[in-house]
């Protein structure tokens, strides 16, 4: 059975980290691109990161880079996304997703996705 199960949210206050991972079972990762998505209250999906398939590439919404850094374990056949330096406007919901396609994009079109964790950032 493919499935990939993100774990990591919570509640943070503004200017603090958490690391969201994506285990995936029932196909190997290394063979996929990656993405996160972010769905805040009200809002549709937005590509905040991905990775292509051979780790050569990642991309970053505007809005997060220099703060959010997506990276992959294949051994462990898990995804990571490091969070830092949160603001309120990082709350939402995030998905992964992994798609076989070669290189990963931003927008919402991968055949594998997560059930979402919360990432909640207030004070």
């Known amino acids: 059975q493919v499935q990939l199960v993100e774990s990591g949210g919570g509640l943070v206050q503004p200017g603090g980290s958490l690391r969201l991972s994506c285990v995936a079972s029932g196909f190997p990762l290394d063979n996929y691109s990656i993405g996160w998505f972010r769905q805040a209250p009200g809002k549709g999906r937005v590509g905040i990161s991905c990775i292509t398939k051979n780790n050569d590439k990642t991309y970053y919404l505007d809005s997060v880079k220099g703060r959010f850094t997506v990276s992959r374990d294949n051994a462990e056949n898990t995804i990571y996304l490091q969070m830092n330096d949160l603001k309120p406007e990082d709350t939402g919901v995030y998905y992964c997703?992994?798609?076989?396609?070669?290189?990963?994009?931003?927008?919402?079109?991968?055949?594998?996705w997560g059930q979402g964790a919360q990432v909640t950032v207030s004070s």
């Open positions: 997703a992994a798609d076989p396609a070669f290189f990963c994009v931003l927008t919402p079109r991968y055949e594998y």
